[in-house]
Structure formats: structure tokens, C-alpha cells
């Protein structure tokens, strides 16, 4: 039962324009939540999180909004670059260790 | 580079022979996870140490999977008799806590023909 859902499995997005990837969560005992970046052959690598106390956390490029009543999250990326092109997986977890990820959204920054 | 290391980066088997996969964490770090990939879908939690001890085996699919954890450190991961669903990218991940932010290795992609 995937509590974790990212329903877009890609998205393309022109170099300068905001990336936006979205993600869905069922569990509302999830409390943190975080994104990946996953480039071919190589590990996850963390992006950015976001506790559930939370609504909006920035770094940079990137900012994740959280809306618990929704059940929802997103990453924005703004501006987009070609070096930006991977999977992002969401994750979240309760107040424990377990991470339950969505299966990725494909992202493609094109020049 | 002081990131997770695991090897081998591929291994190929056959039906119902049994695989072992190791991961080094990065030093120093108490917890240790294990994941696995298949096609299309997420990253499916499997198990995860506390130091040398597992207090979480929920995520092992079947009794053919098991791991372990030697000095706080390296872990195996064994599949017994493998089958054909088996086949998957096995990734591992630690982190400095239980609940800190965990690092991922390159992972592990199994295949079982």
C-alpha cells in the first residue's frame, strides 16, 4: 500500500522556468518529510526537508511547501538548470527512522 | 570519499542460489538501512540497525532474507534461494542517529535469471 504517492512520473521543464514536482502522503502520523535527487547508477542524495510544524522550508534554488490539511507537499526549483535533470523521490516518515518513498518523478531541464 | 560504500555494484545469478551484499556505511554513523528498488516502483523499506542489533525487520519480504551487522560498522545482506522477484537495486543508506538524515550508497542492482 504505497503511502507515499508522486502521480507525475515526469515532467519537462525549460532551463530559467520553476520546476514544481508534487507529492501526496495518506499517513497523516507522517511528521518530516524530505526529497531526493537520484541521478543514474548513483545513490539518493537529500535535497531539502521539512518538518510537519512547518509549512514552508527554503534553501537556495529549492523550497518544499507542506499543506498537512491536504495531505500534500512540493518542491519548487526555481530557476531550473540542465544540472537539475534526475528522479526526485519524496519521503516521509513518523517519528522514527523508516523512510516510505514515492516511486520518483523524472525531471528534465532542457536548454 | 567517506560516503556508504557497497559492493558488488552488480551481480547476476541464477534461480536458487544464494547472494550476499555488502554495505560500509560512512564512519562513525549508528544507524544503518537497507532498501530495495525494483522496476518502476519506490524505494521499499527493508530493515534497519541500531548499532549491531536490528529492533526493525518489518520491511524483509520473506524468512530467505536476513541481515546482519558486524562492529557497529559493515552489513550483509543474504537472499537464500533467490527467485526471479528478487531482482531489484538493493541500496543502503546510514545515518549519524536513528532519525538523522540519511546517506545513500550507489546501491546494489541484482538480477536473478
Known amino acids: 500500500d504505497q503511502q507515499v504517492k508522486q502521480n507525475s512520473p515526469s515532467l519537462s521543464v525549460q532551463e530559467g522556468r520553476i520546476s514544481i514536482l508534487n507529492c501526496d502522503y495518506t499517513?497523516?502520523?507522517?511528521?518530516?518529510f524530505l526529497w531526493y535527487k537520484k541521478y543514474p547508477a548513483e545513490g539518493p542524495t537529500f535535497l531539502i526537508s521539512?518538518?510537519?510544524?512547518?509549512d514552508k522550508n527554503e534553501d537556495g534554488r529549492f523550497t518544499v511547501f507542506l499543506n498537512k490539511s491536504a495531505k500534500h507537499l512540493s518542491l519548487h526549483i526555481v530557476p531550473s538548470q540542465p544540472g537539475d535533470s534526475a528522479v526526485y523521490f519524496c519521503?516521509?516518515?513518523?517519528?522514527?527512522?523508516?523512510?516510505?518513498f514515492g516511486k520518483g518523478t523524472s525531471l528534465l531541464v532542457t536548454p | 570519499g567517506a560516503g556508504v560504500s557497497q559492493s558488488p555494484s552488480n551481480k547476476v545469478t541464477e534461480k536458487g542460489k544464494d547472494v550476499e551484499l555488502r554495505c560500509d556505511p560512512i564512519?562513525?554513523?549508528?544507524?544503518l538501512y537497507w532498501y530495495r528498488q525494483s522496476l518502476g516502483q519506490g524505494l521499499e523499506f527493508l530493515i534497519y540497525?541500531?548499532?549491531?542489533?536490528?529492533?526493525?525487520k518489518s520491511g524483509l519480504p520473506s524468512d530467505r532474507f536476513s541481515a546482519e551487522r558486524t562492529g557497529g560498522s559493515v552489513s550483509t545482506l543474504t537472499i537464500q534461494r533467490t527467485q526471479q522477484e528478487d531482482s531489484a537495486v538493493y541500496l543502503c543508506?546510514?545515518?549519524?542517529?536513528?532519525?538523522?538524515?540519511?546517506?545513500f550508497g550507489p546501491g546494489t542492482r541484482l538480477t536473478v535469471t
Open positions: 519521503a516521509a516518515k513518523e517519528s522514527g527512522y523508516a523512510l516510505n
Open positions: 564512519s562513525g554513523h549508528t544507524a
Open positions: 499517513n497523516s502520523m507522517f511528521d518530516y
Open positions: 540497525f541500531q548499532g549491531n542489533s536490528a529492533p526493525d
Open positions: 521539512i518538518s510537519s510544524i512547518k
Open positions: 543508506a546510514s545515518s549519524f542517529t536513528g532519525t538523522g538524515e540519511q546517506y
